[in-house]
């Protein structure tokens, strides 16, 4: 089950879903454009093949930019729960994950960003939709 929680992050605009980004058992790879966040997920599950495919929504964070960007380790296992929380101020901007065939189930690593105020806008901080508890 994916659960997703706000934290108080920076104003959201020109929100984008993206398609169908992975096929079945396909490595997914994807990250989010510019300033954008990851702030929202959509799966289907085929019980023939035992895998999802997934579409991402991206929103960027204006007057924000991102630093100290870096990726995780494997937030989960096989067959396991998958638990992750952002630090303070910061978002998902990416994720990265590969499906098992032995095992059916897929492990994830996400790209974390902190976000600082940009020179244009320094102290503009609102709430923006950010993932936070996996």
């Given amino acids: 089950m994916w659960d997703f929680a706000c934290q108080k992050v920076g104003t959201t605009t020109r929100c ?15 990250e989010c454009h510019g300033i954008g966040a990851l702030v929202g997920v959509e799966s289907k599950h085929n019980n023939a093949v035992e895998d999802r495919r997934f579409k991402f929504k991206c929103c960027a964070v204006r007057g924000l930019r991102y630093n100290s960007c870096y990726t995780s380790n494997y937030i989960n296992v096989f067959d396991g729960n998958m638990d992750k929380q952002n630090g303070n101020k910061e978002v998902f901007k990416g994720i990265y994950s590969y499906h098992s ?3 059916e189930d897929r492990r994830w ?3 974390i960003c902190r976000v600082v105020p940009s ?4 102290k ?3 709430k923006v939709l950010a993932p936070k508890p996996w």
């Avoid at 020179?119 to 320094?122: A, G, I, L, Q, S």
């Fill in 16 to 30: 984008v879903i993206t398609g169908w980004i992975n096929n079945w058992d396909e490595l997914i790879a994807y």
């Fill in 119 to 122: 020179r244009h806008h320094p």
């Fill in 109 to 111: 690593k996400v790209k």
């Fill in 124 to 126: 503009k901080m609102i």
């Fill in 101 to 103: 065939n032995r095992h």
